[in-house]
Each structure stands twice: as structure tokens, then as C-alpha cells.
């Protein structure tokens, strides 16, 4: 083991990445200000928003569903979202019969033009092996009990393909309007770990 190594156990993430910042605006290799702006435009402006519009529209429209099932990125960049870390979208269908979850075993990978910035939840090392380790288990706590009839498929995102969940549309909403079936569709359910509950 090298003296770094050493260092590198001991100091927390938050503070090596700050290092690591620190050295790359000093050398202008990186714009503080951008990077605040870009840090913002994800956590405020993407959003799951996107993701929630894509899978109402796949609801109410089968033609679209078809062509987000077969080519998530194109589907998706029809509704005019892509870029960085959206450039290999698959689209997964849930079903009474399947039910899809999302992880990235060896880090954060995430579709950020969709979904946004992923929750603290999702970068967790428990989250990242418990959910390929005790899938129902781990379901179960995030509130979600799977009946044992139905098959649980973990998908575990690489270096180029990121990972949309296609929830469910509840019973009861055949008389809703797109954008009420979009406010109705949370983060959580695209990545798999709830299904979407029509409010009270
Ligand atoms: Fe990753």
C-alpha cells in the first residue's frame, strides 16, 4: 500500500472531491461559476420532470410506448431531452408480472436528462449491493412488498447504458389528462423502487 492510498482511506469523499476541484480551478481547468450553473440546471430545472412528461405521454400514447421500448434515447430525445449522461437510454416496462429496478453497482450512473441529479439513496454502497443481494428485502423497506409471483429483474447500469423504469399507470386513472398523469409520477418509480399511487 502507497503513502496515497493511505491518505485516501482517511479522508472523506466530500473532501477529496473538494481537493480535487480546488486543483482543477487553479490549474483553469474548470470554471467554478459553470459548474455551479450546471449543478443548479439539473437539480432545479431537469429534474424527474422530464422522465415523469415521457412516461405519461407513453401512457396515453401506445404508438410512442412502442418506439420508447424499442429506442429509449430517440423516444426520449423526440420530447426534446438529451445530453451528457443520456446518450444510451433503455426503457423498462413494468407489469403485474415484471417488475424492473434500477442501480449502478460500481458507482452513480444515472440518466441525468430524465431523471436529473440521483438522490443520495441511489450512490449509498447499501443501496448498490442489497438491491442485486435482497432485492424484495430492500423493496420492502423503501415501502414497496412485491407479491412473490412476481419476477424481480435488477438491472445494473454500465459505462454506457442508463436505465428508465416505464411504471405502471394505476387503475383509475383512464380519465385523467397527460399532465395530471405526469404531476402523479415520482423519481422513485422510474428508478423502480415504488410504483406510482393515485393521490387521495
Ligand atoms: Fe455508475
Request: hydrophobic letters at 40%; aromatic letters at 6%.
Amino acid at each position: 500500500m502507497t503513502t496515497s492510498d493511505t491518505t485516501a482511506e482517511r479522508l472523506p469523499i466530500a473532501l477529496r472531491t473538494e481537493a480535487l476541484e480546488a486543483i482543477l480551478v487553479e490549474r483553469g481547468l474548470i470554471d467554478p461559476s459553470v459548474m455551479d450553473r450546471f449543478i443548479k440546471m439539473y437539480e432545479q430545472d431537469v429534474g424527474p420532470l422530464n422522465g415523469a412528461k415521457v412516461v405519461a405521454k407513453a401512457w396515453v400514447d401506445p404508438e410512442y410506448k412502442a418506439r420508447l421500448l424499442a429506442d429509449g434515447t430517440g423516444a426520449i430525445a423526440e420530447l426534446g431531452f438529451k445530453g451528457p449522461q443520456g446518450e444510451h437510454i433503455v426503457v423498462l416496462e413494468n407489469s403485474p408480472e415484471v417488475h424492473h429496478v434500477v442501480v449502478c453497482t460500481l458507482c452513480s450512473c444515472y440518466p441525468w436528462p430524465i431523471l436529473g441529479l440521483p438522490p443520495g439513496w441511489y450512490k449509498d454502497p447499501a443501496y448498490r449491493s442489497r438491491i442485486v443481494r435482497e432485492p424484495r428485502t430492500l423493496l420492502a423497506e423503501f415501502g414497496l412488498s412485491l407479491d412473490e409471483s412476481v419476477d424481480v429483474q435488477v438491472w445494473d447500469s454500465s459505462s454506457e447504458v442508463r436505465y428508465m423504469v416505464l411504471p405502471e399507470r394505476p387503475a383509475g386513472t383512464e380519465a385523467m389528462s397527460e399532465e395530471e398523469l405526469a404531476a402523479m409520477v415520482t423519481r422513485d418509480a422510474m428508478v423502480g423502487v415504488a410504483k406510482v399511487a393515485v393521490p387521495a
